[in-house]
């Protein structure tokens, strides 16, 4: 299976007219914030595949629409008239594929749709029993976490707008998921590294865009 993964920056290769041939194999587009709707929705209406999104800390208009609502944290139904589905807070089923999404990045002048440190946890904890359904019933907790801000350390810088989240490392350490897909930290240079190991995640920076190949069929 071949994943689109896009954040932070409309690409050129991705908003044109050729989007259909350049990306016939992708079955699946996760997106990792920063990105206007329209942009999202144009994508979905070309490629006509599954699209999973979460808000970053800017693009945040729509964001209330969006709020969870009084369902199972494991049913995210939110898909608005874009085609795309809001996975912020929840846990999706998609392509045989389990994704967890938690967008926002770490606080830093209060602005919407970010988190202290312990803000952050509480959100993942509210995903816990959903998870724990998950491993009982399907035998894993999940396959992708989806984020916009990276960990702590890992793809990270130093100012406070784009420290990562230790949290997001303790999630890795506890559900193992396969793979992290983040956004935020803009790649201006080619050598820098976007892929990375983190016991048994691998971690990728969805910048611009990134296709990623699981083993799922």
């Known amino acids: 299976?071949?994943?689109?993964?896009?954040?932070?920056?409309?690409?050129?290769?991705?908003?044109?007219?050729?989007?259909?041939?350049?990306?016939?194999?992708?079955?699946?587009?996760?997106?990792?914030g920063d990105l206007p709707l329209d942009y999202l929705e144009?994508?979905?209406?070309?490629?006509?595949?599954?699209?999973?999104?979460?808000?970053?800390?800017?693009?945040?208009?729509?964001l209330s629409h969006f709020k969870p609502r009084e369902a199972p944290v494991f049913h995210a139904t939110e898909s608005l008239n874009i085609g795309?589905?809001?996975?912020?807070?929840?846990?999706?089923?998609e392509n045989g594929l389990i994704i967890?999404?938690?967008?926002?990045?770490?606080?830093?002048?209060?602005?919407?749709?970010?988190?202290?440190?312990?803000?952050?946890?509480?959100?993942?904890?509210?995903?816990i029993p959903a998870l724990l359904w998950n491993r009982i019933f399907r035998g894993k907790f999940l396959d992708i976490l989806l984020t916009h801000a990276p960990p702590?350390?890992?793809?990270?810088?130093?100012?406070?707008?784009?420290?990562?989240?230790?949290?997001f490392r303790w999630f890795m350490h506890t559900f193992k998921p396969s793979y992290l897909i983040h956004g935020h930290i803009h790649l201006y240079d080619l050598s820098a590294v976007r892929v990375t190991r983190f016991e048994e995640t691998t971690v990728i920076n969805a910048y611009s865009h990134y296709i990623v190949t699981t083993e799922e069929n």
Not at 48 to 55: D, G
């Open 42 to 62: 144009f994508i979905v209406s070309s490629l006509n595949v599954p699209l999973l999104f979460v808000f970053g800390n800017h693009n945040t208009e729509h």
């Open 1 to 32: 299976m071949k994943i689109l993964c896009v954040s932070d920056q409309i690409d050129p290769l991705v908003y044109t007219n050729s989007i259909k041939e350049r990306y016939k194999d992708v079955t699946m587009v996760l997106s990792a």
């Open 152 to 167: 702590e350390g890992i793809h990270d810088k130093p100012d406070p707008c784009h420290r990562g989240f230790k949290a």
């Open 100 to 127: 967890a999404g938690l967008g926002g990045s770490m606080r830093y002048n209060r602005g919407e749709n970010q988190f202290t440190e312990r803000q952050m946890k509480a959100e993942i904890f509210k995903m």
């Open 84 to 93: 795309a589905i809001h996975i912020g807070g929840k846990i999706h089923r």
